[in-house]
């Protein structure tokens, strides 16, 4: 406030100047009644003067008695002395009065004057102490009140030096949470019990576009205009928290959110109630989850994606060992069905039982290349390779597999950039994903087939997600052969499936169909796109790769036409573990002409090539057998004659075991089953 006091003096303490003021006039009261007093003892005449003496002093005395006992003094005592020495002092004025104007002149009173004017100066006197003694109890009580007032004064002293450090704390604590509130990621909004908002803090104008200025005592779902389910849903949280007396603080909810712009993100809320000054709040913790949300689901979506790639790498494991352990079987069957054709007459029943037999063999062969195909464990003979040609050739020989009711449309481009590709498994793939075409059409109506072929470019954007999860394809030019087809489509849980193997929706479908393409477009390094819908159809692409520098790999198998009898007595050391593989091979190559010696592991390999070494002129060896291995026995054999040739065997491909026959001078591998017509020939490649 402002202050009439100048500046460089200070103030003056109203109670203290009320303490100098009444004493000041009190005593010139009692001052201006000794005046009179005196006059009256020495009996000095100056009436006029006396009078207005009086005059002032009773006024003065009135004044200040009626101020003191209603304004400052408790003490009664004082008032009542002030109004006793004013009575005394009204009579001696009306005995002073009375002499003054002649009216004690009476021949009666003549003999009584001094009597009276003794009376008047003791009623005067009287007075006087009596007024007297009240100023000296005032100034007691003044001192007293001074003191009082000082302990007073330092009491509110303490107070206000309290206060203004409270005040300074609670300015400091508003500053601090005015800034906890501005710096806060999430949004902060109040409302209060009619759903008007009655605070919005910066975050929670970045989050919904509006700002606090216009939220202000704006009802909350006026503000999320329209009004949709989300803000129905905020409101219907918050109403409990200001219309309930109990505070509470509200669990996490997740809702959907509009901007003002109109766009939706996904939001969190806490929502707490809170009292002030009697009126009950609730506050919301608004906070933007939407990129948060969005990759937790890009997440479950890898997670799920690696969930599916581990499951199909541990069924292309399994498959792997199945294929092994079959080939191992067929070769067997394989070797028995050589013997037999050995010893059958011609053109009889058992004969064609025996050419039945082979075929089924190769059907099982042709089904465990397939299981080898997924697994990606499948030797592959890259070549340089015209796709279009490949696909018309495999289009011309599936039409005759497939209903006369499906409708074929080709769109084949010959002129296509050269690819490094085994024929035959592009061929595999061409053949499932037509035969699959088919399979998808309608049994009485039919429909249509559509393949093309053309150069297409993939992307970074291609490569994310879906079935391109499953391929380590790279961005860049591409060969791809689509076929199409308008059959029943497929939904997603389907889309996921299709590669699993032995999965199919038909009652006679053996699932390896996908299956094998999935292994042989991974070692290709392409990839497959698929794209279906239930009811309007199914379109695959399946892409190859441009690349020129890669560069063809040889085929074992692709050997001159064995000859019999091309022995020539020389010996073979035949190490199989298979007792019945090892029967039969020692059977075929002695009909070959060869001389076998037999083990059926490693150690007993290196002990008859110990004992026989200078006579043996090649080494038949199983890769996989107990005790000792065939890597090991390789080994320990090189060891004691580096230059014999040993010609391998597996029922694993020899891709697969690429790393572990390095460095090992393999002259020769043969992958089971093979037949007696592949190992003579092989046999005599060695010897050549």
């Excluded at 004690?104 to 007024?131: E, S, Y």
């Excluded at 005040?167 to 508003?174: A, C, I, P, S, Y």
């Excluded at 007792?579 to 083990?599: E, H, I, N």
Aim: one cysteine or more; proline letters at 4%; aromatic letters at 6%.
């Amino acid at each position: 406030m402002a202050s009439d006091v100048p500046a460089n003096k200070p103030a003056m303490n109203p109670a203290r100047l009320r303490l100098l003021a009444c004493t000041a006039v009190g005593w010139a009261v009692f001052g201006a009644n000794i005046p009179g007093f005196l006059m009256r003892v020495f009996h000095v005449e100056a009436p006029g003067v006396s009078a207005i003496a009086w005059i002032i002093s009773i006024v003065l005395i009135v004044g200040i008695t009626g101020y003191l006992s209603f304004g400052f003094v408790r003490e009664r005592r004082i008032t009542w002395l002030v109004l006793s020495g004013l009575f005394f002092l009204v009579i001696s004025q009306v005995l002073r009065v009375g002499f003054t104007m002649g009216m004690l002149d009476a021949p009666a009173l003549v003999a009584h004057q001094n009597t009276i004017r003794a009376a008047d100066n003791l009623v005067n006197g009287i007075g006087l102490a009596l007024i007297g003694l009240a100023f000296l109890f005032l100034l007691i009580e003044l001192l007293s009140s001074r003191q009082q007032l000082m302990q007073e004064h330092a009491i509110l002293t303490k107070e206000v030096a309290r206060r203004q450090t409270v005040e300074k704390h609670l300015r400091e604590r508003e500053a601090l949470l005015r800034g906890i509130s501005s710096s806060a990621w999430d949004g902060i909004i109040a409302l209060d019990s009619a759903g008007a908002v009655t605070f919005w803090n910066p975050a929670a104008e970045n989050l919904l576009g509006y700002t606090a200025d216009h939220m202000m005592g704006v009802p909350l779902s006026a503000s999320l205009a329209p009004p949709d389910e989300s803000t129905a849903s905020l409101l219907s949280l918050c109403r409990p928290a200001t219309t309930s007396d109990a505070p509470s603080t509200g669990g996490v909810t997740s809702l959907k959110a509009k901007r003002k712009n109109g766009t939706k993100l996904d939001v969190e809320v806490s929502i707490s109630s809170m009292h002030l000054e009697g009126e009950q709040y609730a506050v919301c913790i608004v906070r933007d989850v939407t990129e948060r949300n969005r990759m937790e689901a890009e997440k479950r979506d890898f997670e799920a994606q690696m969930q599916h790639t581990q499951k199909l790498e541990s069924l292309g494991v399994l498959a792997g060992g199945i294929a092994h352990d079959f080939n191992n079987i067929l070769q067997i069957m394989m070797m028995t069905v050589n013997v037999l054709e050995t010893e059958t007459p011609p053109e009889t029943t058992s004969s064609m039982c025996v050419e039945k037999l082979k075929r089924a063999v190769n059907r099982g062969a042709a089904l465990t290349q397939q299981m080898l195909a997924y697994s990606g464990k499948k030797s592959i003979a890259l070549a340089p390779l015209n796709l279009g040609e490949s696909v018309n050739d495999t289009v011309a020989f599936v039409q005759s597999l497939v209903s006369k009711k499906a409708r074929f449309q080709l769109d084949i481009a010959t002129d296509l950039p050269v690819i490094q590709a085994d024929a035959a498994q592009v061929e595999q793939v061409v053949m499932n994903l037509v035969l699959n075409a088919s399979e998808a059409l309608d049994e009485m109506q039919g429909g249509l087939i559509t393949i093309s072929t053309r150069v297409v470019q993939y992307t970074d954007a291609d490569s994310a997600g879906g079935a391109a999860s499953l391929f380590n394809a790279k961005p860049g030019t591409y060969v791809c052969v689509e076929v199409s087809d308008t059959g029943c489509g497929m939904d997603k849980e389907m889309r996921d499936k299709i590669f699993d193997p032995f999965f199919t929706t038909k009652f006679t479908g053996r699932g390896l169909g996908m299956s094998a393409v999935l292994g042989i477009m991974r070692a290709h390094k392409g990839t497959v796109k698929i794209n279906s819908t239930p009811g309007t159809g199914t379109t695959i692409q399946a892409l190859f790769p441009v690349n020129t520098d890669a560069a063809a790999m040889p085929s074992a198998t692709e050997q001159p036409a064995p000859l019999l009898e091309m022995g020539n007595n020389r010996t073979v050391l035949v190490v199989e573990d298979e007792p019945d593989a090892l029967a039969l091979d020692t059977l075929l190559l002695k009909q070959l002409g060869y001389t076998v010696r037999s083990a059926a592991d490693g150690v007993e390999a290196i002990a008859a090539f110990e004992a026989h070494q200078a006579e043996i002129d090649c080494v038949l060896l199983d890769l996989s057998m107990p005790r000792m291995d065939g890597l090991q026995a390789l080994q320990e054999i090189r060891r004691l004659k580096p230059s014999i040739p040993v010609l391998l065997v597996s029922g694993y491909a020899e891709d697969d075991l690429e790393s572990r026959l390095k460095d090992l001078n393999i002259q020769a591998f043969l992958e089971k089953p093979y037949d007696a017509h592949t190992l003579a020939a092989t046999l005599a490649g060695l010897f050549a």
